[in-house]
């Protein structure tokens, strides 16, 4: 099958303006590109046609079991179960971080209420609280006395899920101007970073929660701990949160399903396309 000819379905359950543009993008770039819906159409484990899936559903578990059945077909989803799995879980991704020496903020993990207890005594005040699994800033809590602990403790230990009882207790890290760094990666190639500005009482840098962004000129360094940190979550179309610290910089999370709406109005820079034309030379390849 010549590469004009070949099909790529874009797996996705909410239809955002990223997957718009990929769905563009692939057409423009000659490819057939195909809408699939995952709340709506069956995932057979056997029997369905050659293709390159391109994973997007935004339901972290909807992305892994779509990528999972389609992994038992025999096909290559971008990205892979492993890295949605590894990337969607927190846990999972500071564990294999850490095991590639790839630096992160101070972690503790505990999975119910009494070991978390002992887990803010080790870490002290001020620190972060953060589930599992979660996107957006959910969830995540910066703690900095025991009132505030005890509440985050109680309120978690009431929910049904035994992932969302589980607690990642971080060092605060206090950032320059309250900012982060998100670098986007496609392949080989990291596309460049930007800065992430939280609103003016908000100290969570994400921008669904309406931060500011701004294009990191010099992004050499952060690029270069982007790709290693893709490259340890097999990560093909991935973004990845850092931390300024001291002086250095620590990977806060890697995203298997990334958005980049907020990337694109910084750098100017088409992403779709960048992914189109990544998926187009593994065809011809």
Avoid at 77 to 87: C, E, K, L, R, V
Avoid at 124 to 135: A, C, H, Q, T, W
Wanted: with cysteine; aromatic share 8%; proline share 5%.
């Amino acid at each position: 099958m010549s590469w004009f000819q070949f099909v790529v379905k874009v797996y996705y359950d909410m239809p955002r303006i990223e997957e718009k543009k990929l769905l563009k993008a692939l057409e423009d770039a000659g490819l057939k590109a195909v809408p699939f819906n995952v709340t709506r159409e069956p995932l057979p484990l056997n029997g369905i046609e050659e293709h390159i899936p391109l994973i997007r559903a935004v339901s972290m578990f909807k992305s892994l079991y779509t990528a999972a059945a389609l992994e038992a077909n025999s096909l290559k989803p971008i990205n892979s179960s492993f890295t949605i799995m590894y990337s969607g879980d927190k846990i999972l991704t500071y564990s294999i971080l850490a095991s590639h020496n790839i630096p992160i903020p101070k972690t503790i993990v505990s999975l119910n209420g009494d070991s978390t207890v002992k887990a803010y005594l080790q870490m002290g005040f001020p620190l972060v609280d953060k589930p599992p699994i979660g996107s957006w800033g959910r969830l995540v809590s910066l703690i900095r006395d025991w009132h505030e602990a005890n509440i985050v403790i109680e309120h978690r230990s009431m929910m049904s899920s035994p992932q969302m009882k589980a607690h990642i207790v971080q060092e605060y890290v206090k950032m320059p101007s309250n900012r982060d760094i998100r670098c986007f990666v496609v392949g080989d190639e990291c596309l460049g970073c930007i800065y992430r500005i939280p609103q003016e009482g908000e100290w969570r840098s994400n921008v669904a929660l309406g931060a500011n962004v701004k294009k990191l000129e010099d992004s050499c360094d952060a690029c270069e701990l982007a790709l290693k940190a893709a490259k340890a979550l097999k990560g093909e179309v991935v973004s990845i949160d850092l931390f300024e610290y001291q002086d250095g910089l620590l990977v806060n999370e890697v995203n298997g399903v990334p958005e980049f709406k907020g990337f694109m109005r910084a750098t100017g820079m088409d992403v779709a396309k960048k992914v189109a034309e990544y998926i187009k030379g593994k065809v011809k390849r």
